[in-house]
């Protein structure tokens, strides 16, 4: 699960993380107010203003202004609150910002020298341990930093049976080319981060940048944590975090329905049992010309509740010329699945779009009989290739 800058922030900062001093608005007219509030506690007078949404390279797309005065909060918080902002993560269409985090700014002049430097914590799958990756390329795409200058990537694997030791904290803070009360500033970070991952059972966290001020604090500027939806049993404060506005709402109808559901760009929609499946259904709607609208797997106990809900939220994107219907008889009967689809049909009403239904399993041909007999324009195939034809041709 996604949550927005300030909630991660928050998270870190009980778990010892050092993040700037920030106040969330979803109104301009209390922008004034937070950066006051901000200045009187930290005696700064510059403030960041961030949209808050779910996606990066925010500051490319006009999403974060440096503030030098109140009026100028203010007049960055009207720009930017109720934007569509677009981001090389959101898509041409962009995500509107409903929420604001003002922010007092590190950018402060003093004896030494501001750095900027990435940080993330993710598993190792292929070691089944964690690791921290870092490098002294921070405040840009670590893709790029990647790509051109992988020499300046560092990682330091950390066993979980024993968690982060010491001795790496001071190795990460030397590769970051730190000495002095900024390495020791950065190894208490290191930890502290590294600690707040593993307790909050997040899938990743991400610090661009990490960033060391003028007098030689540490900070994390930026958050993006990924909290794994497995352990939110565990956590329902976190649960409660989620922002249902900045997700698919496709996505999100399909969720209350415990389907799986991925929207895809294409012109046929999927309704398949087990994700396989609707893999190779998708395959071979591809290699038959087509292109799969979305992936929804609706499990293996699908009936005309599931089916119907399916149906729904494929038909609520105007760019499916047709219906796949996929499933495999191994739990669930296909005659059943059939007598669903019917149900579901019927309820829904007129489909004026194409329905391909293909049973394959456990009483599949008195299930292809049901489909035949019900009187509705959807059309049953056996095998999978006679499925994909029946879409190309319906489509043609």
């Given at each position: 699960m996604n949550i927005h800058e300030y909630q991660g922030k928050s998270i870190l900062k009980t778990f010892g993380v050092a993040v700037p001093e920030g106040i969330v608005i979803d109104d301009v007219s209390k922008a004034k107010d937070a950066a006051q509030k901000i200045g009187t506690s930290t005696g700064v007078d510059t403030w960041a203003v961030k949209a808050q949404i779910h996606a990066g390279g925010r500051g490319k797309g006009g999403g974060v202004k440096i503030a030098k005065s109140l009026d100028e909060v203010e007049q960055f918080a009207n720009e930017i609150l109720g934007m569509q902002l677009v981001t090389h993560q959101t898509g041409p269409e962009g995500k509107k910002v409903r929420k604001l985090l003002i922010e007092q700014s590190i950018y402060y002049p003093g004896p030494g020298e501001i750095q900027e430097f990435y940080m993330s914590v993710l598993l190792n799958r292929q070691t089944g341990k964690n690791i921290i990756m870092y490098s002294t390329e921070g405040g840009m795409d670590i893709e790029t930093v990647a790509a051109n200058t992988p020499e300046l990537i560092f990682?330091?694997?950390?066993?979980?049976?024993?968690?982060?030791?010491?001795?790496?904290?001071?190795?990460?803070?030397?590769?970051?080319?730190?000495?002095?009360?900024?390495?020791?500033?950065?190894?208490?970070?290191?930890?502290?981060?590294?600690?707040?991952?593993?307790?909050?059972?997040?899938?990743?966290?991400?610090?661009?940048?990490?960033?060391?001020?003028?007098?030689?604090?540490?900070?994390?500027?930026?958050?993006?944590?990924?909290?794994?939806?497995?352990?939110?049993?565990?956590?329902?404060?976190?649960?409660?975090?989620?922002?249902?506005?900045?997700?698919?709402?496709?996505?999100?109808?399909?969720?209350?329905?415990?389907?799986?559901?991925?929207?895809?760009?294409?012109?046929?929609?999927?309704?398949?049992?087990?994700?396989?499946?609707?893999?190779?259904?998708?395959?071979?709607?591809?290699?038959?010309?087509?292109?799969?609208?979305?992936?929804?797997?609706?499990?293996?106990?699908?009936?005309?509740?599931?089916?119907?809900?399916?149906?729904?939220?494929?038909?609520?994107?105007?760019?499916?010329?047709?219906?796949?219907?996929?499933?495999?008889?191994?739990?669930?009967?296909?005659?059943?699945?059939?007598?669903?689809?019917?149900?579901?049909?019927?309820?829904?009403?007129?489909?004026?779009?194409?329905?391909?239904?293909?049973?394959q399993g456990t009483n599949a041909e008195e299930g292809k009989e049901i489909i035949d007999n019900s009187g509705l324009k959807v059309h049953s195939a056996i095998t999978l290739q006679e499925a994909a034809d029946l879409v190309k041709e319906l489509m043609a």
């Open positions: 990682k330091e694997e950390i066993d979980p049976k024993v968690g982060i030791q010491g001795f790496q904290a001071r190795k990460i803070a030397f590769n970051l080319g730190l000495s002095g009360q900024a390495f020791k500033n950065m190894t208490k970070f290191v930890v502290a981060l590294y600690n707040a991952y593993e307790a909050t059972d997040s899938s990743m966290f991400e610090i661009n940048p990490v960033f060391k001020t003028s007098d030689d604090k540490i900070f994390a500027a930026d958050s993006k944590v990924n909290l794994d939806d497995n352990a939110l049993f565990r956590h329902p404060d976190f649960a409660a975090m989620r922002d249902l506005t900045e997700e698919d709402p496709a996505e999100v109808e399909a969720g209350k329905h415990d389907l799986n559901f991925i929207k895809l760009d294409g012109n046929v929609g999927c309704m398949v049992n087990g994700a396989g499946l609707a893999m190779a259904t998708m395959d071979i709607i591809k290699l038959s010309g087509g292109d799969p609208a979305n992936f929804l797997d609706v499990g293996g106990a699908a009936n005309a509740v599931t089916v119907e809900a399916g149906f729904r939220i494929i038909l609520q994107d105007p760019n499916v010329k047709a219906i796949l219907l996929n499933i495999f008889g191994g739990i669930v009967r296909c005659d059943r699945v059939a007598s669903g689809v019917v149900e579901a049909y019927k309820s829904i009403g007129s489909i004026d779009i194409p329905v391909i239904v293909r049973l």
